[in-house]
């Protein structure tokens, strides 16, 4: 069947949006027929019209999501592809769950919707595979607020992901969200009823890890256990000890058992990791198993930084206004210009970052109304104040530099316990690597640089899992 044998139908009650996508389908070959309620789009499927729609969410008669059911019963295989203005989280899953093509949120690229109605003609949607693909959200609340390009792309997926099993990696930088989305994931999915359990590496000392995950062999269980039925989230993965990551692998492979004390069988768990590091590099500094990361990387997910999403600044900065004000702090307003200051900053620590600044201007000052002249204020006092003229900074300077925005990525300002040991590892190991890789293995030369008594440098070499690369040339 070629184009103008096909129709589409268009709902929308914005003229101008009926307008445009009329003729981009007419130009196309496609037949066309257009109307601004849900009750004549209604009419034209049960006559049998239409091999595609073409929806808005909001209409003046009825909400889609209201109709799309009744559509479903009607004809069920009829492609759906849902667009909206209304451009959060929500709307993508259940666009999903009520069995609908694709989801294209307002304002769309026209390439983008007319390829999204090429796929659908060619190959009909299946409703049930559809609502397989996103579970109803118990809570009212979103897990993520947005409305931008970037986050569309992270709610489509999303969508994608939250009816399947897959494993899936996260990554982005520091405060981006990970463990959010790892939440959604979870509680839109079919584990939804069971556990999701957390174990950030980053804060467990790294003789511990094992224990922490795994148990111990007099029968006290560990997170993958506890996780059985559910999630587990292994935050900050590429902080695990290697060791830890060969048993890990062994245990996901079935190699290893990992039995279940109550159930006597394996933990059914489904694994999510982020890391805010480059697993690539690593694997290539001998620092992560390359084979461990194709097993965690069957469905990467990627975050943006809030550099890259400053159009969702306000309203991140309205919603953690009122969460503020829920959690005790004085109830206080934005204005326009605070907001535009706010789009201006580089957001080293991204989301968190911003709610942190919220949060410490409602509980400093007594204005209710935040302006551009508190935002600035708050802002330089956050800057690193130079030191020792124009020169490059020294090293003290960037480690206070890293280890500030570290104290500020916290929720509550404040690092899990045990910091003094694990800033201490992080500079050992690059700075031992890097040493026996100038000294190209030898390690009497590198003891000798480090200033190290060579016993003491094997056992470093040995506990911190530094790479040996004896005889690079």
Same mark, same amino acid.
Request: aromatic content about 4%; some cysteine; hydrophobic content about 40%.
């Given at each position: 069947?070629?184009?103008a044998?096909?129709?589409?139908?268009?709902a929308?009650d914005?003229?101008?949006?009926?307008?445009?996508?009329?003729?981009?389908f007419?130009r196309?070959?496609?037949?066309?027929?257009a109307? +601004?309620?849900?009750?004549?789009?209604?009419?034209?499927?049960?006559?049998?019209?239409?091999?595609?729609?073409?929806?808005?969410?909001?209409?003046p008669?009825?909400n889609? !999501?209201?109709?799309l059911?009744r559509?479903?019963?009607?004809?069920?295989?009829?492609?759906?592809?849902?667009?909206?203005?209304q451009?959060?989280?929500?709307t993508a899953v259940?666009?999903?769950?009520?069995?609908?093509?694709?989801?294209?949120? @307002?304002? !769309?690229?026209?390439?983008d919707?007319?390829s999204?109605?090429?796929?659908?003609?060619?190959?009909?949607a299946?409703?049930?595979?559809?609502?397989?693909?996103?579970r109803?959200?118990?809570?009212?609340?979103?897990?993520l607020i947005?409305?931008s390009?970037?986050?569309q792309?992270?709610?489509r997926?999303i969508?994608?992901l939250?009816g399947?099993?897959?494993?899936?990696?996260?990554? +982005?930088?520091?405060?981006?969200?990970?463990?959010?989305?790892a939440?959604?994931l979870?509680?839109?999915?079919?584990?939804?009823d069971?556990?999701?359990?957390?174990?950030n590496l980053?804060?467990v000392?790294?003789?511990?890890?094992?224990?922490e995950?795994f148990?111990?062999?007099?029968?006290?269980?560990?997170?993958l256990?506890d996780?059985?039925?559910?999630?587990? !989230?292994?935050?900050?993965? +590429?902080d695990?000890?290697?060791?830890?990551q060969?048993?890990l692998?062994?245990?996901?492979?079935g190699?290893?058992?990992?039995?279940?004390? @109550?159930t006597s069988?394996r933990?059914?768990?489904?694994?999510i990791?982020?890391?805010?590091?480059?697993?690539?590099?690593?694997?290539?500094?001998?620092?992560?198993?390359?084979?461990? !990361?194709?097993?965690?990387n069957?469905?990467?997910?990627r975050?943006?930084?809030?550099?890259?999403?400053?159009?969702?600044?306000?309203?991140?900065?309205?919603a953690?206004?009122?969460?503020?004000?829920r959690?005790?702090?004085?109830s206080?307003?934005?204005?326009?210009a605070?907001?535009?200051?706010?789009k201006?900053?580089?957001?080293?620590?991204?989301?968190?970052e911003?709610?942190n600044?919220v949060?410490?201007?409602?509980?400093l000052?007594?204005?209710?109304?935040?302006?551009?002249?508190?935002?600035e204020?708050e802002?330089?006092?956050?800057?690193?104040?130079?030191?020792?003229?124009e020169g490059?900074?020294?090293?003290?300077?960037?480690?206070?530099?890293?280890?500030?925005?570290?104290f500020?990525?916290?929720?509550?300002?404040?690092?899990?316990?045990?910091?003094?040991d694990?800033v201490?590892?992080?500079?050992?190991?690059?700075?031992?690597?890097?040493?026996?890789s100038?000294t190209?293995?030898?390690?009497?030369?590198?003891?000798?640089?480090?200033?190290?008594?060579?016993?003491t440098?094997?056992?470093?070499?040995?506990?911190l899992?530094?790479?040996?690369?004896?005889?690079?040339?």
């Open positions: 069947m070629n184009a044998s096909k129709k589409i139908l268009i929308d914005d003229a101008s949006i009926r307008l445009v996508l009329s003729q981009a007419t196309l070959g496609y037949q066309v027929r109307t +601004g309620n849900a009750a004549t789009l209604l009419k034209w499927v049960s006559d049998g019209e239409g091999d595609l729609i073409i929806t808005d969410v909001v209409m008669d009825e889609v !999501f209201d109709v059911p559509i479903r019963k009607e004809r069920p295989k009829l492609p759906v592809i849902v667009m909206s203005a451009n959060n989280l929500i259940n666009a999903a769950e009520m069995g609908a093509f694709d989801y294209i949120p @307002k304002p !769309f690229d026209l390439d919707m007319t999204a109605a090429r796929r659908a003609l060619s190959r009909p299946d409703p049930e595979a559809a609502r397989a693909q996103a109803a959200v118990r809570d009212d609340r979103l897990p947005g409305r390009g970037p986050m792309e992270v709610y997926t969508a994608r939250v399947a099993d897959l494993t899936v990696l996260l990554s +982005g930088e520091s405060g981006t969200g990970k463990e959010l989305v939440r959604a979870h509680d839109m999915g079919r584990r939804r069971g556990k999701f359990v957390t174990i980053a804060a000392p790294r003789e511990r890890v094992e224990t995950l148990g111990k062999e007099d029968g006290d269980c560990g997170k256990i996780a059985d039925g559910g999630t587990l !989230f292994l935050d900050e993965i +590429g695990m000890p290697l060791d830890a060969t048993r692998l062994r245990v996901i492979d190699s290893e058992p990992a039995l279940n004390p @109550k069988r933990p059914n768990v489904r694994i990791a982020a890391t805010n590091r480059d697993l690539r590099g690593l694997i290539q500094q001998g620092l992560f198993r390359e084979d461990l !990361f194709f097993r965690l069957v469905a990467p997910l975050l943006p930084p809030l550099r890259d999403r400053v159009d969702d600044i306000p309203d991140l900065a309205r953690f206004l009122l969460r503020a004000n959690e005790g702090l004085p206080k307003t934005i204005d326009a605070a907001l535009d200051r706010l201006q900053h580089p957001w080293p620590g991204n989301v968190r911003l709610e600044l949060r410490r201007i409602c509980a000052y007594g204005e209710d109304l935040i302006t551009a002249r508190i935002v204020r802002l330089a006092d956050q800057q690193p104040v130079p030191r020792g003229g490059p900074a020294t090293l003290a300077q960037l480690v206070e530099r890293k280890l500030s925005s570290y500020a990525d916290q929720p509550d300002g404040l690092p899990p316990a045990g910091l003094y694990r201490l590892e992080e500079v050992e190991r690059p700075l031992i690597q890097l040493t026996l100038a190209r293995g030898n390690q009497v030369r590198a003891a000798e640089i480090l200033g190290l008594n060579r016993n440098l094997r056992k470093k070499i040995s506990d899992g530094v790479e040996m690369q004896r005889g690079r040339r």
